[in-house]
């Protein structure tokens, strides 16, 4: 559904909520593929992805892709490392606060850090 009408010399268009959905979709796509050219956004190699995979959690990942040990971010965060341990393990959880200081060490967002099941 696509209409364009003209309210009191103002011209609206009216869309379906899929047709919205995807031209929001085909933005966003277009700013994703922009910064990745720029390199404004950062991707993984195919090893690197795999080692995604198989870390204990995307927090694990990032602080040893960033080359991190567990006591310096521990320490760059205020934390002692057997906390951090018991985070990356899922052996206790961190409060956003918590994920907010490591994002910006790590220099990535909050939802770079949980996996997407957590609750």
């Known amino acids: 559904m696509f209409t364009i009408e003209g309210?009191?010399?103002?011209?609206?268009?009216?869309?379906?909520?899929?047709?919205?959905q995807d031209i929001i979709d085909a933005r966003d796509h277009a700013i994703a593929m922009r910064d990745?050219?720029?390199?404004?956004?950062?991707?993984?190699t195919?090893?690197?992805?795999?080692?995604?995979l198989a870390a204990a959690s995307p927090l694990a990942f990032?602080?040893?892709?960033?080359?991190?040990?567990?006591?310096?971010?521990a320490t760059a965060a205020g934390i002692s490392q057997p906390y951090l341990a018991q985070i990356e393990t899922g052996k206790r959880v961190?409060?956003?606060?918590?994920?907010?200081?490591?994002?910006?060490?790590?220099?990535?967002?909050?939802?770079?850090?949980?996996?997407?099941?957590e609750n």
Do not use: C, P
């Not at 309210?7 to 919205?20: A, G």
């Not at 606060?97 to 099941?117: C, P, Q």
């Open 36 to 44: 990745v050219a720029t390199g404004a956004m950062e991707t993984l």
């Open 46 to 52: 195919e090893a690197e992805v795999t080692a995604y």
């Open 62 to 73: 990032w602080r040893h892709h960033r080359g991190l040990s567990q006591t310096s971010l």
């Open 7 to 20: 309210i009191n010399t103002v011209d609206t268009i009216t869309l379906t909520k899929q047709e919205y």
């Open 94 to 117: 961190g409060d956003v606060n918590l994920y907010a200081k490591f994002a910006k060490i790590l220099t990535v967002r909050i939802e770079d850090l949980v996996n997407a099941t």
